[in-house]
């Protein structure tokens, strides 16, 4: 039997009803009632490493995932919402299998290097995949050999992330292409494989795993993240000794697709409760992580955010959403199934946010939107600026919220200080310990207060 935190909450401010009204409360006072709030809880901090202690590995297609999206209902019916339901959803169906092995062989030395299979993508066979390597600085590179170059060979993409640039996530962006396209594009060269550099600024022994485009096995070629500093060593080796050859063994299979859950918690409107507001993060994480930051964290941010208003005793005019979306990683069924679902019952959603991008110290938010609300937007930026939060930018949403854009939802993204987001990303290396509560809390009262004045003055 697992044991739940219980979340509490205080129904002595929730049955005096709509006081901010009556009492006419500044916007700037709700805010810091919201702040105070959050920064005096311990729930959602508690509930994320139970999250991560119990159900680390949690891919939507693996059976922890779903008991993940239980226990994530569980916690929000006891904090008693208005509505707590599963979503059933279909979702790719890809299985690690063993653990992979890999190996340097130069000359008489046998030197073990960590890597791990790429989502999506195919096994080696029992037998593994031995050849000479050819090095390129990512996908260009490759396109510039001729195929007599790369037959038979195993491509060794070795672009890493720019560290000069400002943002990792543009550095993640522009090398991304050689884990995506870079195993079809090997296999259309004739390669028997592909080793690819983990996509992180760090130099560690961590792979990082992420999703390649799924091909039919005669389209594309076994392949492998391979840990930063085994990346350095291997380049540095074949420097010395181009002959040298690396041999690994995937084990993974792609299976017929499967059933999962997102979960979903409701306050409903006390005036639209047909009109929605999402806010969300995706409950899947990768099979070599306990997934904290990516994207534990921005889940009980998300359900964080019903327990504030509950908690200072707001009643939201709309009806407010907190989404667990399941399948993030792989194909991104609960986003989808999401919103087309939304869209068979009609339901209007007037606003979106997600957090999926870490939940390090906010910094502001990014817009999806037209010009004409994100000015809206805006204008209440004064309001966020004692807390820090001074971004408000055009820019993405996120990845599970995005297909409700073809609705008319204008979305918004929680963006946060992305320095060492990388770091941890798809890996082992995704951790509890690098969770700070005060950041995470002061996440979920920034969504908090964005909701809450959407919900006040529209949009
Ligand atoms: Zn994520």
């Not at 996120?398 to 946060?416: R, S």
């Not at 082992?428 to 995470?440: G, L, R, V």
Request: charged share 20%; aromatic share 10%.
């Amino acid at each position: 039997m697992k044991q739940f935190f219980i979340i509490l909450i205080s129904f002595s401010t929730f049955i005096s009803g709509c006081k901010y009204q009556k009492n006419n409360y500044t916007d700037q006072e709700v805010i810091q009632e919201i702040f105070t709030e959050a920064l005096s809880n311990n729930e959602a901090y508690q509930n994320l490493k139970y999250l991560t202690s119990n159900f680390p590995k949690r891919l939507a297609c693996y059976p922890q995932g779903i008991e993940a999206a239980k226990w994530t209902k569980q916690i929000m019916d006891n904090m008693q919402p208005d509505t707590v339901f599963l979503q059933e959803i279909q979702v790719m169906n890809w299985k690690r299998g063993n653990i992979e092995i890999a190996e340097i062989k130069n000359k008489k030395d046998k030197i073990p290097v960590n890597v791990c299979a790429l989502g999506r993508g195919i096994a080696t066979g029992d037998s593994g995949v031995e050849a000479k390597v050819v090095e390129v600085n990512g996908i260009d590179e490759l396109k510039a050999l001729s195929k007599d170059q790369v037959r038979g060979k195993i491509i060794f993409f070795n672009q890493a992330m720019d560290s000069n640039l400002e943002n990792p996530f543009q550095a993640y962006g522009k090398a991304a292409g050689q884990r995506f396209v870079g195993p079809m594009l090997a296999a259309e060269y004739g390669a028997k494989g592909t080793v690819i550099r983990s996509l992180t600024t760090s130099i560690d022994t961590f792979p990082h795993t992420g999703t390649t485009q799924k091909a039919p096995a005669d389209k594309t070629v076994p392949s492998v993240a391979i840990a930063t500093q085994h990346a350095d060593l291997l380049s540095k080796l074949l420097k010395q000794n181009p002959e040298l050859t690396f041999y690994f063994k995937t084990n993974c299979k792609n299976l017929l697709d499967t059933t999962s859950y997102n979960t979903i918690g409701e306050i409903t409107g006390t005036e639209y409760p047909d009109q929605y507001i999402v806010v969300g993060g995706h409950l899947d994480s990768w099979d070599n992580s306990p997934g904290a930051h990516d994207d534990g964290g921005g889940c009980m941010q998300s359900i964080e955010v019903l327990r504030i208003f509950k908690a200072i005793g707001y009643q939201p005019k709309h009806s407010i959403r907190a989404v667990m979306f399941m399948d993030e990683e792989i194909s991104q069924g609960g986003g989808k199934t999401y919103a087309s679902e939304a869209k068979r019952k009609a339901e209007k959603h007037i606003f979106a946010i997600e957090s999926d991008r870490g939940v390090t110290k906010p910094i502001g938010f990014s817009f999806d939107a037209n010009d004409e609300i994100i000015e809206k937007i805006k204008s209440w930026n004064t309001l966020f600026k004692p807390y820090n939060i001074e971004i408000f930018e055009k820019g993405g949403g996120g990845v599970d919220i995005g297909p409700l854009k073809q609705q008319g939802t204008p979305l918004a993204g929680l963006l946060t200080n992305p320095t060492h987001y990388f770091d941890w990303h798809h890996s082992a290396n995704d951790t509890f310990n690098h969770i700070d509560k005060e950041d995470m809390q002061n996440g979920a009262a920034a969504m908090t207060a964005l909701i809450y004045l959407i919900d006040k003055y529209g949009l």
